[in-house]
């Protein structure tokens, strides 16, 4: 297996079609995607189709969402990375399972892609969305230095726009 990117405890490699259960998985716990406007997928096929349409966006865009693993285990803990939106903004994003949550994957793994956009792909401007509910995340992009810079409706919610600039 191919890695983009490591940290002291995780690795991160593109999504491909093997990875739909656990994608499936992933995107089935209410409370995982509760704050994202994302619903579950229908079945473990519907997460591999989308999986294997996600592959053109790597080699469109040249980076996406990544598979995020525990270095020590191997085991997907969920994913991150960052992603090209439609007005060329770099967004950061990350989800990861409830198991896992509190232990710093969320900062960890955004800080490691947000030094990844600066120092390997050379963009000025990094920006993410998180509902004004989300304390969790509003706390990791805090931690991940970004600031932010206005709010807007979305996801059937007020969400905060958040940004870093190199």
């Given at each position: 297996?191919?890695?983009l ?14 990875d ?7 995107n ?38 990544w598979?995020v ?26 989800r ?47 931690k ?5 810079i206005?709010?807007?409706k ?8 958040w940004?870093?600039?190199k």
């Amino acid at each position: 297996m191919k890695y983009l990117l490591e940290t002291e405890r995780l690795r991160f490699r593109e999504m491909y079609a093997e990875d739909a259960q656990a994608m499936f998985q992933l995107n089935s716990d209410p409370e995982v995607v509760q704050y994202t406007g994302d619903g579950a997928f229908e079945n473990v096929t519907a997460a591999k189709d989308f999986l294997i349409a996600y592959r053109d966006v790597y080699k469109t865009n040249g980076y996406a969402r990544w598979i995020v693993e525990l270095k020590s285990t191997g085991e997907i803990l969920g994913w991150s990375g960052l992603k090209l939106h439609p007005d060329k903004s770099t967004d950061v994003g990350y989800r990861f399972y409830k198991k896992h949550w509190g232990n710093g994957y969320a900062t960890e793994s955004a800080k490691a892609c947000i030094d990844y956009g600066f120092s390997i792909l050379k963009v000025e401007r990094i920006v993410a969305h998180a509902r004004k509910e989300n304390l969790a995340s509003l706390r990791v992009l805090e931690k991940c230095g970004m600031k932010i810079i206005g709010e807007e409706k979305e996801c059937g919610g007020e969400i905060f726009v958040w940004e870093i600039v190199k």
